[in-house]
């Protein structure tokens, strides 16, 4: 079955970027969304289609997918934005997540 | 406003069976697709299944095929999901959520707030 790891945990100073990223088999051959969840909360949308961001997703939000991996980049991170975070794809008619990335602002 | 509601959820033993709604508003339901995503307790986010605007395409997690049926009622504005030969490891919060894709998943740009389905004897 096709997998996408991304790292457990990544950490980040308030004001720096952060980047966090989804490995997968070819996985630019596919569409890669990513989610921000923080606890005891519904998953958000802050990527869909590799880059484009939803109405009301703040512009330090991006993401890219070359080769192999995705990344999701936060710029001028923010408190506010410790979450967690999982990516995305459709392979073989199923809907993978990654096993998602806890984001540490300190 | 556009919203998603789930109800349905609830405590029930090991093989027995379930319902879960989702009802949306604000939005013309009938043209998006529509996705199940289930999390366990102090775990990450799993799909489960989705379906097209019109039902043509309708697809399942290997975990949950021949147990779990995904339906929706246009007319109604509402998603299913019947949920039968329920295991221990179904216990989970259950989301649905909007798809920004046709066939295939894009991205789910509203969620529900989730109903929490319990497994156990």
């Known amino acids: 079955s096709y997998e996408l790891t991304q790292p457990p945990s990544v950490s980040v100073s308030p004001g720096q970027s952060a980047s966090i990223t989804c490995s997968g088999d070819t996985l630019d051959n596919k569409y890669v969304c990513w989610y921000q969840q923080k606890p005891g909360q519904s998953p958000v949308l802050v990527i869909y289609?590799?880059?484009k961001r939803p109405s009301g997703i703040p512009e330090r939000f991006s993401g890219s997918n070359s080769g192999n991996t995705a990344t999701l980049t936060i710029s001028g991170t923010q408190p506010m934005d410790e979450a967690d975070y999982y990516c995305q794809t459709w392979h073989s008619n199923n809907g993978v997540f990654g096993g998602g990335t806890k984001l540490t602002v300190l | 406003e556009v919203r998603l509601v789930e109800s349905g959820g609830g405590l029930v033993k090991p093989g027995g069976s379930l319902r879960l709604s989702c009802a949306a508003s604000g939005f013309t339901f009938s043209t998006y697709s529509m996705n199940w995503v289930r999390q366990a307790p102090g775990r990450g986010l799993e799909w489960v299944s989705s379906?097209?605007?019109?039902?043509?395409?309708?697809f399942y997690a290997d975990s949950v095929k021949g147990r779990l049926t995904i339906s929706r009622d246009n007319a109604k504005n509402s998603l299913y999901l019947r949920m039968n030969s329920l295991r221990v490891e179904d216990t989970a919060v259950y989301y649905c959520?909007?798809?920004?894709?046709?066939?295939?998943?894009?991205?789910?740009?509203?969620w529900g707030q989730g109903t929490t389905v319990t497994v156990s004897s």
């Open positions: 289609e590799d880059t």
């Open positions: 959520a909007r798809d920004l894709g046709g066939r295939d998943v894009r991205g789910g740009d509203v």
């Open positions: 379906i097209s605007s019109t039902s043509q395409y309708i």
